[in-house]
């Protein structure tokens, strides 16, 4: 009964769904996906201690995460995502307050700072981002800066 509410609601929504689970898939995974809830201790762990900013894998906790951007894909084999945080660190493009993402279900609600200069190489088939962390696509448009596209080289 709740399916039929929300597609009265919007006339888009069954396009949407099917969408969103044709994204889920690694095969199709693009540039600009956005992924949230990825565990610092396995982007600590995938960055060799550079992300995030803590003393010691004993200062973390089980629910501390932060979210990562898909910059490219690397063939079939490959994928590189950078971390993202709400911390302003140094000159990083961001994504604003508010924006929606495609596909998202709800705005952000503080800046994501996009850490263009760590990257985490991972294979389609991995334990650290899978589709139940995607979060929807950012719109190239939506972030603000250029320096998150030296990743994407």
């Avoid at 995974?29 to 990825?38: G, P, T």
């Avoid at 995030?52 to 951007?69: A, E, I, N, Q």
Wanted: glycine share 8%; charged share 25%.
């Amino acid at each position: 009964m709740g399916n039929n509410t929300r597609r009265n609601g919007d006339p888009f929504w069954e396009l949407q769904q099917r969408y969103r689970s044709e994204r889920s898939l690694p095969a199709n995974w693009e540039s600009l996906d956005f992924f949230k809830e990825i565990s610092d201790r396995r982007l600590l762990e995938k960055t060799c201690g550079k992300f995030p900013r803590v003393k010691s894998m004993v200062c973390l906790t089980g629910s501390d995460h932060h979210p990562v951007l898909l910059l490219k894909r690397a063939g079939n084999f490959s994928f590189r995502f950078c971390p993202c945080s709400t911390k302003k660190q140094g000159n990083y493009s961001y994504i604003p307050a508010k924006t929606t993402l495609e596909l998202a279900p709800t705005p952000f609600h503080k800046h994501g700072y996009i850490c263009h200069n760590i990257f985490i190489n991972l294979p389609p088939e991995n334990d650290m981002v899978g589709q139940e962390n995607f979060f929807g696509i950012v719109r190239e448009n939506d972030i603000i800066g250029d320096q998150y596209k030296e990743g994407m080289q």
